[in-house]
């Protein structure tokens, strides 16, 4: 009850100047988010494991940083790939690599906890190898658990609507000290 | 002012920036700590090819390769790593390809597995549904056969010299994730024929059909 007083409580000029905190919240998330794609060269530089392919390693709902980078592509690493058509990138790690005089790149990936590498049942019916193009990032950096938080957003959109909800309110209401 | 609100969003935030501070020096420690790649003593050697194919459908040659390995992996371990992935790498040039990379065998060593006992390293490996290699860390593996051929892009692997790495990927607890090659390496002269498998259990249905 007492939000609801406070919003009561405050003038036009007050709300109105909540208003574009909250908003600056926002667009400095946004800012934040997209200078990190430019700093590492991938769309999206942060993602959520969704699958337990990759386990021991990484496990549903762990967090990895994505860093395109320049350094040329090992076996042995981790990438992330888009196959044109489907929606959920992949982490898988790098089996394969042919590298030809002209330098275009032809890679085969295997999940760790997969028996087989991903060219039958994965990639799609046209695609052999994986190519540079598949690619949108190398993964970097692992932290565990954190990304549980938007596998249960994502799962019961009700939590996530609570959530920004409740953070909604709580930026409009904060009073400035 | 001292509503249950700010309360909670003073200890939240204060427990979150904690939490995070810690976190950065864990990630931080693994350069300190992480020893360079020359610290195991390893002693791989290809110890012997026992079939050479022409691989007609998927478009290349195939090699078979059994391997001697010996290395003890327990200099790795420190507080962050949560474990490696060991495996063993062939690299040669064609005249098509500047870079070839095939990963021929890799296994899995986890940080809880170090102190198993035999016993428990095979119950742990089937609840994760793989071979355990180790024992307490160390890799002791006499013709040990590749799990993966090696597959070549195009039909280039007669006459060929193959390089054999052992490599490894340290993923941490939370932090940067390492790669590391052995500085020794081995290599071979593949034979400039083909040859069907020489042991029994290397015949596959698909040598027959190619």
Known sequence: MDTFNAIRGMNKREFASQTVSLLYVVASALVIWKMLSVVTDCESPIVVVLTGSMEPAFWRGDILFLYMGKEPFQVGDIVVYKQPGKEIPIVHRLTTLHVDNKGRVKMLTKGDNNHSNDRYGIYNQDIWWLEREHIIGRV??????VGMVTIIMNDYPMVKFAVIGILAIMTLTSKEQ | MFSWKSRASTIGSYSTSVL???VIVLALSSY????PSSILDV???ANSLVKLHQY???GGDGALFYFDLKTDLKPLFHWNLKMVYVYLSAEYKTQRNEINQVVLWDTIVEREELNHTRKEAKKHGQLRRRPIYHTKGVLDLEDLKCKYILLDDGFNLRNQNVTFKLNWNIVP???LMFDQIHPKTTSMV????????RRDQDYSAEDEIN
């Open chain 2, 32 to 35: 300190i700590l992480t020893p």
């Open chain 1, 140 to 145: 970097k950096g692992y932290l565990p658990y």
């Open chain 2, 20 to 22: 995070g501070g810690l």
């Open chain 2, 56 to 58: 007609r459908r998927v």
């Open chain 2, 190 to 197: 593949l034979p400039s024929t083909y040859i069907k498998a």
């Open chain 2, 43 to 45: 002693t791989l050697t």
């Open chain 2, 173 to 175: 607890n939370a932090g």
